[in-house]
């Protein structure tokens, strides 16, 4: 019984508690659709305000007692329902990163420009707007040509240090005795200057220490360079070279002294200096003589004149000759075989191959021997039999920089007479200079 009664309050309580909140929806529903809530009369005990009775009643307006005027409307309760609390921003969650391996999403799209409507039949085209004139950029400026540098010329005592180790003895003496003069003598004849010239040349020098009176060593080896200048100063060491004419210069010495280089080397310099060359190959006996020659021509911009393997070296200067003469060439660079100068009818063919440089048109000016320097004093006997021969005329001297036998430079021009007009001082094209005999004594004395 007991609990029944508690069921029956329990529903009663919320039966009240749940009508009040009822009405107060639907009131708020009303208000969101814009109708009129019903006014909601107050308790009166059962009988309507004044002024509000219905027609035909007591106080109405068509009933005893009213008074005819319409009563006011009713005020709508302005009442709002009870805001809700505001709800909680939802997280932003990131989409779920692709599975490993899936084939990547596609670009996004943009959408398309909507078309333009076709224009009416009839209707002129659009006018285009007139194309506002834009300035040209300005150029960049023109880079200058890089101007090359001259080659530096290779120097002596940056070539000669073998040939000068030879007097390191004797330039370290500071006195002049007896050990002076032997290792003075010692040092002369290593450096293949030979024993007669040695011989003259230290006699020459003890006179003039006596007259002189010099007491110091340093002394003693300014002496030394200023007679090994005299002795290497009257020499006519250029090149000669007539205008106008076809000039031959023909190249004489043993096998492998460097003789089709030395002509490579003197065409570039001769080129460079805006003469037309023509190179002839007139060694045909030794195996690819001429294509070593042919590629000193093509790096030089020379015409190539060759022969037959084994043919007459003369019939190649020949047509050397006639091919300048043609073309309107200045000079002819001639190759010839190497041969030792102990075989005479080897010496004859050459003597011949001169006789042929010498026709017109042709103008022989140089016959130059070109020599080993590491050969020595053999190389004075090459040059006595060339010169009796052909006529030289000059000595290139080669491999100077690699040999400490220097010496054979003062030998050559002091027992023959005949001038060392250029020295090879490396390998490359620039190192084959003009002989320059106080800088090549300085260089082999220096301290």
């Given at each position: 019984?007991t609990?029944?009664?508690?069921i029956?309050?329990l529903?009663?309580?919320?039966f009240?508690?749940?009508?009040?909140?009822?009405?107060?929806?639907?009131?708020?529903?009303?208000?969101?659709?814009?109708?009129?809530?019903?006014s909601?009369?107050?308790?009166?005990?059962?009988?309507?305000?004044?002024?509000?009775?219905?027609?035909?009643?007591q106080?109405?307006?068509?009933?005893?007692?009213?008074?005819?005027?319409?009563s006011?409307?009713?005020?709508?309760?302005?009442?709002?329902?009870?805001?809700?609390?505001?709800?909680?921003?939802?997280?932003?969650?990131?989409?779920?990163?692709?599975?490993?391996?899936a084939?990547?999403?596609?670009?996004a799209e943009?959408?398309?420009?909507?078309?333009?409507?076709?224009?009416?039949?009839?209707?002129?085209?659009?006018?285009?707007?007139?194309?506002?004139?834009?300035?040209?950029?300005?150029?960049?400026?023109?880079?200058?040509?890089?101007?090359?540098?001259?080659?530096?010329?290779p120097?002596?005592?940056?070539?000669?240090?073998?040939?000068?180790?030879?007097?390191?003895?004797f330039?370290?003496?500071?006195?002049?005795d007896?050990?002076?003069?032997?290792?003075?003598?010692?040092?002369l004849?290593r450096?293949?200057?030979?024993?007669?010239?040695?011989?003259?040349?230290l006699?020459?020098?003890r006179?003039?220490?006596?007259?002189?009176?010099?007491?110091?060593a340093?002394?003693?080896?300014?002496?030394?360079?200023?007679?090994?200048?005299?002795?290497?100063?009257?020499?006519?060491?250029?090149?000669?070279?007539?205008?106008?004419?076809?000039?031959?210069?023909?190249?004489?010495?043993?096998?492998g002294?460097?003789?089709?280089?030395?002509?490579?080397?003197?065409?570039?310099?001769?080129?460079?200096?805006?003469?037309?060359?023509v190179?002839?190959?007139?060694?045909?006996?030794?195996?690819?003589?001429?294509?070593?020659?042919?590629?000193?021509?093509?790096?030089?911009?020379a015409?190539?004149?060759?022969?037959?393997?084994?043919g007459d070296?003369?019939?190649?200067i020949?047509?050397?000759?006639?091919?300048?003469?043609?073309?309107?060439a200045?000079?002819?660079?001639?190759?010839?075989?190497?041969?030792?100068?102990?075989k005479?009818?080897?010496?004859?063919?050459?003597?011949?191959?001169?006789?042929?440089?010498?026709?017109?048109?042709?103008?022989?000016?140089?016959?130059?021997?070109?020599?080993?320097?590491?050969?020595?004093?053999?190389?004075?006997?090459?040059?006595?039999?060339?010169?009796?021969a052909?006529?030289?005329?000059?000595?290139?001297?080669?491999?100077?920089?690699?040999?400490?036998?220097?010496?054979?430079a003062?030998?050559?021009?002091?027992?023959?007479?005949?001038?060392?007009?250029?020295?090879?001082?490396?390998?490359?094209?620039?190192?084959?200079?003009?002989?320059?005999p106080?800088?090549?004594v300085?260089?082999?004395?220096?301290?």
């Amino acid at each position: 019984m007991t609990i029944l009664v508690v069921i029956v309050i329990l529903v009663v309580a919320a039966f009240l508690i749940a009508a009040p909140l009822t009405y107060t929806r639907a009131r708020a529903r009303r208000l969101g659709r814009g109708e009129r809530p019903p006014s909601v009369p107050p308790a009166t005990g059962g009988r309507r305000p004044p002024g509000r009775q219905g027609p035909g009643r007591q106080g109405g307006p068509g009933g005893p007692g009213g008074t005819g005027a319409p009563s006011a409307p009713p005020r709508p309760d302005l009442r709002r329902p009870p805001s809700r609390p505001p709800a909680p921003p939802r997280p932003v969650t990131a989409p779920p990163p692709p599975p490993v391996g899936a084939p990547p999403a596609p670009p996004a799209e943009a959408p398309e420009a909507p078309e333009a409507p076709p224009a009416p039949p009839g209707a002129a085209p659009p006018a285009e707007a007139p194309a506002v004139p834009t300035a040209a950029p300005p150029a960049p400026p023109a880079e200058a040509a890089p101007v090359e540098a001259p080659p530096a010329k290779p120097r002596f005592r940056d070539r000669l240090g073998k040939a000068r180790a030879l007097f390191s003895s004797f330039l370290s003496r500071t006195s002049i005795d007896d050990e002076t003069w032997d290792d003075l003598e010692e040092a002369l004849i290593r450096a293949d200057v030979g024993v007669k010239l040695t011989t003259a040349l230290l006699d020459d020098l003890r006179s003039r220490v006596r007259s002189e009176g010099i007491t110091s060593a340093p002394e003693l080896v300014e002496a030394l360079k200023e007679g090994l200048k005299k002795s290497l100063a009257a020499a006519d060491r250029g090149l000669h070279f007539e205008p106008g004419v076809v000039n031959v210069w023909l190249f004489v010495g043993v096998n492998g002294v460097g003789k089709t280089t030395t002509i490579g080397k003197i065409g570039r310099q001769q080129a460079a200096a805006g003469r037309k060359v023509v190179m002839a190959a007139a060694d045909t006996f030794r195996a690819a003589a001429a294509e070593q020659l042919e590629l000193w021509s093509e790096r030089v911009g020379a015409d190539l004149v060759r022969g037959a393997e084994g043919g007459d070296p003369g019939a190649v200067i020949f047509d050397a000759v006639q091919r300048a003469a043609s073309r309107g060439a200045d000079l002819v660079l001639g190759d010839t075989a190497g041969r030792l100068h102990t075989k005479v009818n080897l010496m004859e063919e050459l003597k011949k191959v001169r006789r042929v440089a010498e026709r017109p048109p042709g103008h022989l000016d140089e016959v130059l021997l070109v020599i080993d320097a590491t050969t020595g004093q053999n190389g004075l006997a090459q040059a006595r039999q060339f010169a009796d021969a052909v006529g030289v005329t000059g000595v290139v001297l080669t491999k100077l920089d690699g040999t400490a036998k220097g010496g054979i430079a003062i030998a050559i021009q002091t027992e023959l007479g005949i001038p060392i007009k250029l020295v090879g001082l490396g390998e490359s094209a620039d190192d084959l200079t003009e002989f320059d005999p106080d800088e090549f004594v300085d260089a082999l004395l220096a301290a």
